[in-house]
Nanobody, 114 residues
Framework: QVQLQESGPGLVKPSQTLSLTCTVS??????????WRWIRQPPGKGLEWIGT???????YYSPSLKSRTSISRDTSKNQFTLHLSSVTPEDTALYYC??????WGQGTQVTVSS
């Protein structure tokens, strides 16, 4: 059973870079055909896909966030990390990391405020 756990700051100031790490247990992030995603849900809104890093390290980003987003990984720690730059209050959301669409972390609340 794969388990995912998000970690990172709960409060970020506007214009700063938000960094969240997803630690995976029970499976390797390099296992073939696994796709690791970051998804968020702003308050009162639906789910929004942010980006994906594949088992081979390829990355894909939402067009609306691409200019501010990068996803990296540390295979030695079995982790992948979201970096979202130049944040604004509109980036306030519950952030999830997932494996495909079947396995989800519990989510971590991020608030952007001065």
């Amino acid at each position: 059973q794969v388990q995912l756990q998000e970690s990172g700051p709960g409060l970020v100031k506007p214009s700063q870079t938000l960094s969240l790490t997803c630690t995976v247990s029970g499976g390797s992030i390099t296992t073939n055909d696994n796709y690791w995603r970051w998804i968020r849900q702003p308050p009162g809104k639906g789910l929004e896909w942010i980006g994906t890093i594949t088992y081979s390290g390829s990355t894909y980003y939402s067009p609306s966030l691409k200019s501010r987003t990068s996803i990296s990984r540390d295979t030695s720690k079995n982790q992948f990390t979201l970096h979202l730059s130049s944040v604004t209050p509109e980036d306030t959301a519950l952030y999830y990391c997932t494996r495909g669409w079947s396995d989800w972390g519990q989510g971590t609340q991020v608030t952007v405020s001065s």
